[in-house]
């Protein structure tokens, strides 16, 4: 999957938001059915159901973006071109998550994915937390914080790797 971002639309910012978290569900769904660990499994499908409540939340989020925002910038695409890395150095852009997760079969590893998974969303949630309202503001960072409760209970298990 590849995602490009050309211009900063509200709806352009909640499609790539959704798509992440899309891509973050299906990737703890498939874990939790192979993972060999018991615990793992149990936290994959935890969070494969908050992935789905936050898709929800994205939509709601949605109404509060400007329909075009103007970032300020030291030169012309210096934003877009931050946004873009973010967006192509994510662990799911280019994935294929049944690959992936097939993978993926020692809590170890899954762990990790996981953990670098939630670790890019928030990188790229708190760009949009630039874009929008106070009340925008508000819900995201709730968004943000539950992104880093997810990673709180990864990295209890989480070894890092290389």
């Avoid at 970032?71 to 210096?78: A, D, F, I, Q, R």
């Avoid at 192509?88 to 998550?97: C, K, M």
């Avoid at 992936?100 to 953990?115: G, H």
Wanted: no cysteine; aromatic share 10%.
């Amino acid at each position: 999957m590849s995602w490009s971002i050309t211009k900063f639309s509200g709806d352009e910012i909640i499609k790539l938001a959704v798509e992440i978290e899309k891509q973050g569900q299906k990737f703890y769904e498939i874990s939790a059915q192979q993972v060999d660990d018991p615990e793992v499994r149990k936290i994959f499908e935890l969070l494969a159901g908050e992935e789905d409540k936050h898709i929800t939340d994205f939509a709601k989020l949605g109404e509060k973006l400007p329909h075009d925002f103007t970032p300020n910038e030291s030169y012309l695409g210096e934003y877009g071109n931050y946004v873009k890395a973010l967006i192509d150095n994510h662990v799911f852009n280019h994935a294929n998550i049944e690959k992936l997760a097939a993978k993926a079969t020692v809590a170890r590893e899954a762990l990790a994915i996981a953990f670098r998974f939630e670790k890019d969303s928030i990188l790229i949630f708190q760009e949009l937390y630039n874009m929008v309202d106070a009340a925008g503001k508000e819900m995201l960072a709730g968004l943000i914080e539950q992104e880093k409760q997810h990673i709180r209970k990864l990295a209890v298990d989480v070894v890092p790797y290389n």
